[in-house]
């Protein structure tokens, strides 16, 4: 058995689990036989590269990882990585830039896998602006053109300060961060959240939630006389083909009470 086709089944079969389907679940979703998926999983059979990318569609496994999956398989990648502003992705960026700009006066923004904001609408700066020096967040030493919206929530000295209900938003915010790194299986960007949680200073709250539950849970800020109370809403790029494309998330503000919608002078 030679090492490639070993370190597919190792990862084909990690990925089966992670998705909770059993030998029987995956074949029907990939119409092939159990016994094939067996064969593959024990390293006794090796895929093609249709195969790699049926049983990737099956688990739908993200671009990035497929391509760590063709690899394992002894296939080169067969999912590009762009960059925003090349030729070939001007139609992903038109659309981007229209969703924000048909959202003022209230903020979005567009960010990757790491939370790092790629672009963002002028209601978006004001919002930001609220936390005075977003450079204050970086690690010292460090400089970067790039806000990154997770630290910039997390950190002491970022928007955390101004967040009054930080101990009902910081749970559920972790289990975001987390739940979408776990769902990914990068172990970079696993490593890059757990220094997230580390810094959210999170203290565990066992006790049970009584009464009614909001339909959402609001993002209460506080600086000055100003009160803000908003929640957002998650866009992602249907059939996407490139693995940047894959990972970009639009997060849409909303306001969640009369003053908020007038600070922002929303007409909603």
């Given at each position: 058995?030679?090492t490639?086709?070993?370190?597919?089944s190792?990862?084909?079969?990690?990925?089966?689990?992670?998705?909770?389907?059993?030998?029987?679940?995956?074949?029907?979703?990939?119409?092939?036989?159990?016994?094939?998926?067996?064969?593959?999983?024990?390293?006794?059979?090796?895929?093609s590269?249709?195969?790699?990318?049926r049983?990737s569609?099956?688990?739908?496994i993200?671009?990035?990882?497929?391509?760590?999956?063709?690899?394992?398989?002894?296939f080169?990648a067969?999912?590009?990585?762009?960059?925003?502003?090349?030729?070939?992705?001007?139609p992903?960026?038109?659309?981007?830039?229209?969703?924000?700009?048909?959202?003022?006066?209230?903020?979005?923004?567009?960010?990757?896998?790491?939370?790092?904001?790629?672009?963002?609408n002028?209601?978006a700066?004001?919002?930001?602006?609220?936390?005075?020096?977003?450079?204050?967040?970086?690690?010292?030493g460090?400089?970067?053109d790039?806000?990154?919206?997770?630290?910039?929530?997390?950190?002491?000295?970022?928007?955390?300060?101004l967040?009054?209900?930080?101990?009902?938003?910081?749970?559920?915010?972790?289990?975001?961060?987390?739940?979408?790194?776990?769902?990914?299986?990068?172990?970079?960007l696993?490593?890059?959240?757990?220094?997230?949680v580390?810094?959210?200073?999170?203290?565990?709250?066992?006790?049970?939630?009584?009464?009614?539950?909001l339909?959402?849970?609001?993002?209460?800020?506080?600086?000055?006389?100003?009160?803000?109370?908003?929640?957002?809403?998650?866009?992602?790029?249907?059939?996407?083909?490139?693995?940047?494309?894959?990972?970009?998330?639009?997060?849409?503000?909303?306001?969640?009470?009369?003053?908020?919608?007038?600070?922002?002078?929303?007409?909603?």
């Open positions: 058995m030679n490639a086709a070993q370190d597919f190792a990862i084909c079969r990690e990925w089966r689990m992670f998705r909770k389907l059993s030998q029987l679940d995956l074949a029907l979703a990939a119409n092939v036989s159990q016994r094939h998926v067996s064969w593959l999983e024990t390293g006794r059979s090796a895929p590269r249709e195969m790699v990318i049983l569609d099956a688990m739908e993200p671009l990035r990882e497929r391509n760590v999956l063709l690899h394992a398989a002894g080169a067969a999912y590009a990585e762009s960059e925003l502003d090349e030729p070939l992705m001007a992903v960026f038109a659309a981007l830039q229209s969703m924000l700009t048909h959202h003022e006066p209230l903020p979005a923004l567009v960010v990757d896998r790491f939370w790092n904001v790629k672009m963002r002028a209601a700066d004001r919002l930001l602006e609220l936390v005075g020096d977003q450079d204050a967040v970086l690690p010292d460090a400089t970067g790039e806000i990154n919206l997770a630290l910039l929530t997390v950190h002491p000295r970022g928007l955390r300060n967040i009054t209900n930080w101990e009902e938003v910081a749970p559920a915010f972790v289990r975001r961060l987390r739940n979408e790194a776990v769902a990914t299986r990068d172990p970079n696993q490593a890059w959240i757990e220094e997230l580390q810094l959210a200073e999170l203290v565990g709250n066992d006790s049970p939630t009584t009464g009614r539950l339909p959402i849970l609001p993002l209460e800020l506080a600086l000055g006389e100003i009160r803000l109370s908003l929640f957002s809403v998650i866009s992602t790029i249907g059939t996407p083909q490139d693995v940047t494309t894959d990972e970009l998330r639009v997060e849409s503000f909303y306001p969640a009470d009369a003053a908020t919608e007038a600070f922002f002078g929303s007409s909603l």
